[in-house]
């Protein structure tokens, strides 16, 4: 079955920088686009970043320049490199692929940041 497992995530101060990895199993990961999304508290899940099979990249306009999605099809890994953290990127970040009319997400991986 499709499996996808975030981790890198945890406690950073405001300007620090934290790098989320996704590694997907049971799906042939070259050929799926792949998403990073964040919950907050209280808040809807949203599309932080993605990724097409060619490498083309796509961000919410809260992370440009600050955030690089980025793949390693060779280890079916995703990543996402956050710089220049704000309080307000605090939230489960997940990690999401479709195939088909299905779609798989992680767990989650918390990342707080404080002020």
């Known amino acids: 079955q499709v499996q996808l497992v975030e981790s890198g995530g945890g406690l950073v101060q405001a300007g620090g920088s934290l790098r989320l990895s996704c590694a997907a199993s049971g799906i042939i990961f070259s050929i799926v686009a792949m998403d990073w999304y964040r919950q907050a508290p209280g808040k809807q899940r949203e599309l932080v970043a993605s990724i097409t099979k060619w490498g083309i990249t796509n961000y919410d306009n809260s992370v440009k320049g600050r955030f690089t999605i980025s793949r390693d099809n060779a280890k079916a890994t995703v990543y996402l490199q956050m710089n220049s953290l704000k309080p307000e990127d605090t939230a489960v970040y997940y990690c999401?692929?479709?195939?088909?009319?299905?779609?798989?997400w992680g767990q989650g991986t918390q990342v707080t940041v404080s002020s």
């Open positions: 999401r692929t479709g195939s088909g009319s299905r779609e798989y």
